[in-house]
């Protein structure tokens, strides 16, 4: 058990519905805290350094122009295992197969998009966290 820091996106789908609210929710009724929260509309440089691990795969240019299509709430979680935390309170990557209580399984819609849209991203791991927070948040 470690005090870790975490990296979560409320994605253009998400916040365009109104859900960022809803996902800080669960974040602060789990027992993490905020460290940092801003507002971005994500450029593409921005996502190609996000998302370098997917360059080349069959989803990555319409994930990069879904990412880049409106305003995401950027937030910098910490707590207990927060990465494995937040992954889990966000449930399965594709939103049909999310379970129910899950922020996905209880809210994302994923049906007839070129990408999955899926509400949240969340780090996959401490070294993840660490980049991504650089990305999001230089001056952290
Ligand atoms: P994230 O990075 O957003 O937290 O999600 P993840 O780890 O669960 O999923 P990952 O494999 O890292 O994929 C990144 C994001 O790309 C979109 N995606 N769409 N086949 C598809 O349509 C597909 N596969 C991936 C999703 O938005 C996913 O969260
Ligand atoms: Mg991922």
Known sequence: MSTERSLVLVKPDGFQRGLTGEVLRRIEAKGYTLAALAVVTPTREQLAA???EHEGKPFYEPLVDFMSSGP??????EGQDCIRGFRSLAGATNPTEAAPGSIRGDLGRDWGQAVQQ???HG????ESAVR????WFPDL
Request: glycine share 4%.
């Open 118 to 120: 899926n509400i949240v």
């Open 72 to 77: 995401v709430a950027a937030v910098v979680i």
């Open 132 to 135: 991504e927070i650089g990305i």
């Open 50 to 52: 996000h998302y370098a």
């Open 123 to 126: 780090s996959d791991s401490p």
